[in-house]
């Protein structure tokens, strides 16, 4: 299968303000309808609440409102990562303070997954700082994946590039998500890693699906990017047939010693303004509330769920950096009258 992705597409007229226009869209996520930056630029323009009002609309015809998934990281490999990316604290290039680590024996993977079971967790998700897996560290990764997946776990990994046949071999481990993202624009992407090709990223996305993979792509704002930047990742995303089944939006967690440790905070209705028009673009995929609540308050995170986001990573640690505590992420949903979405 090839994946393809449209830069244009034949409608380009904004919706504004007949609102419910787009929750009538793109409802499949084959659809044939592209998504033009034009148009998403006018959706990030919406007043905050027109918005807003009109991602809670495509989000309750798609999706049960009460309803969170969660998901927890575990990084099986840390640091002294090959690839230059300018928001990582894993990277080589960066001087950051993070001790580098070696493949994690199986059986302390094990445990923490039971331990993220026993939390609430319903799909494991194992990173490693990774340019490519070498066909050795595949077959590890695979046995992971495979115990994992016999806990009654949904799997997702994320190890970078694949060669072909890699994810054929993870799909027969039991892995359900690969997580490849394309964090950025085209355009923008060469400001932020040199080391690959937005290309490359594609090349891996589309061994992927073609494995029969479901996809988790998404992508960071808060690097310092413009708002038409952000436009043009989630065109990509939304472009892309299918589109992911799951959309993780991070917000940049900023690590001393990284070339982007001093980048200006993004708007927080910035970031709430994407996670909509995620969830209007890409109207079934779940949509994650990615890295960055740490330093967010609770009534951000709840602006963000009512902007469509309906997938938090749970747990108190992301790869290498914090992540609030599961205890009080626990009392966050409750509060909301929110619950986990079973499997
Ligand atoms: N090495 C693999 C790769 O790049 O695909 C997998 C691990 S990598 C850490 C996974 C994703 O984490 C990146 O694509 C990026 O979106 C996100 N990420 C890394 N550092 C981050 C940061 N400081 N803030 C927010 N997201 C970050
Ligand atoms: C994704 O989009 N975000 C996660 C997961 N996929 C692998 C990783 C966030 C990493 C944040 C920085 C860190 O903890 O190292
Ligand atoms: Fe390596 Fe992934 Fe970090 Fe880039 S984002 S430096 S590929 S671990």
Redesign the pocket.
């Known amino acids: 299968m090839t994946l393809t992705l449209h830069s244009t597409a034949p409608d380009t007229a904004v919706h504004h303000p007949e609102l419910a226009d787009n929750a009538k869209q793109n409802t499949s996520n084959t659809a044939s309808t592209g998504w033009d930056i034009d148009r998403i630029v006018a959706l990030y323009e919406l007043p905050f609440l027109d918005l807003i009002y009109q991602a809670q609309t495509v989000h309750r015809s798609h999706h049960d409102p009460s309803k969170i998934q969660l998901s927890t990281?575990l990084s099986i490999k840390t640091g002294a990562c090959p690839e230059d990316c300018a928001y990582c604290?894993?990277s080589a290039h960066h001087n950051t303070d993070l001790e580098r680590e070696p493949l994690m024996p199986l059986d302390e993977v094990i445990a923490a997954a039971k331990q993220a079971k026993a939390n609430g967790a319903k799909r494991f998700?194992m990173?490693a700082a990774w340019r490519s897996p070498t066909a050795r560290q595949l077959d590890d990764v695979a046995e992971m994946v495979k115990a994992v997946k016999d806990l009654g776990m949904e799997t997702c990994v994320?190890l970078g590039m694949l060669k072909p046949g890699q994810a054929e071999t993870l799909k027969d481990a039991g892995l359900d998500f690969y997580?490849h993202?394309l964090d950025t624009s085209p355009e923008f992407y060469g400001t932020i890693i040199s080391t690959r090709t937005w290309q490359d990223r594609i090349d891996t996305l589309e061994r992927v699906r073609d494995a029969n993979l479901k996809v988790c792509c998404?992508g960071i704002v808060g690097m310092g990017e413009s708002r038409r930047v952000r436009a043009g990742l989630i065109a990509q995303l939304a472009n892309m047939r299918p589109y992911p089944e799951s959309v993780?939006v991070?917000n940049l967690?900023k690590v001393a010693g990284t070339p982007l440790a001093d980048t200006p905070d993004l708007d927080p209705f910035e970031f709430v303004r994407t996670i909509a028009v995620a969830r209007i673009t890409m109207p079934k995929a779940m949509v994650r509330l990615?890295?960055g609540r740490e330093a967010m308050d609770d009534s951000l995170q709840a602006l963000c769920f009512f902007a469509g986001a309906n997938s938090i990573?749970y747990g108190d640690q992301?790869?290498?950096?914090p992540n609030p505590e599961a205890n009080k992420d626990r009392q966050l949903l409750e509060r909301l009258g929110l619950s986990a979405q079973e499997g």
């Open positions: 990281l604290p894993q998700c990173g994320t997580n993202n998404g993780p991070n967690v990615s890295a990573f992301l790869l290498t950096t």
